[in-house]
Nanobody, 123 residues
Framework: QVQLVESGGGLVQAGGSLRLSCAAS????????MGWFRQAPGKEREFVAA????????LYGDSVKGRFTISRDNAKNTVYMQMNSLKPEDTAVYYCAATLRLPIIRDDKYDYWGQGTQVTVDS
């Protein structure tokens, strides 16, 4: 079992930055690929970013490439997402998730999810 707790969301002006954190329980955190997904009101859940368990390979959704950066600290059982140049269309609930399966860009491959953190970007 893996429990995930997100933090760092909030209200920010367009062009601003936020850093999301996701703290994981369990001793096998380093074995899991970690992903961030988001869901805006009335829209389907969207892949944002993911980082592999080995070698720290990162993948990004097209809408956030060049603006968001995912990273992980296995010693702290934590995954981060630095979000820069935020836009109003980035407004959503952001979810952290963990998986041992592939491909890591698909939300149906993730077994563990956090409760989500709201990010609101004001224009």
């Amino acid at each position: 079992q893996v429990q995930l707790v997100e933090s760092g969301g909030g209200l920010v002006q367009a062009g601003g930055s936020l850093r999301l954190s996701c703290a994981a329980s369990g001793r096998t955190f380093s074995s899991y690929a970690m992903g961030w997904f988001r869901q805006a009101p009335g829209k389907e859940r969207e892949f944002v970013a993911a980082i592999s368990s080995n070698f720290g390979i990162t993948l990004y959704g097209d809408s956030v490439k060049g603006r968001f950066t995912i990273s992980r600290d296995n010693a702290k059982n934590t995954v981060y997402m630095q979000m820069n140049s935020l836009k109003p269309e980035d407004t959503a609930v952001y979810y952290c998730a963990a998986t041992l399966r592939l491909p890591i860009i698909r939300d149906d491959k993730y077994d563990y999810w956090g409760q989500g953190t709201q990010v609101t970007v004001d224009s």
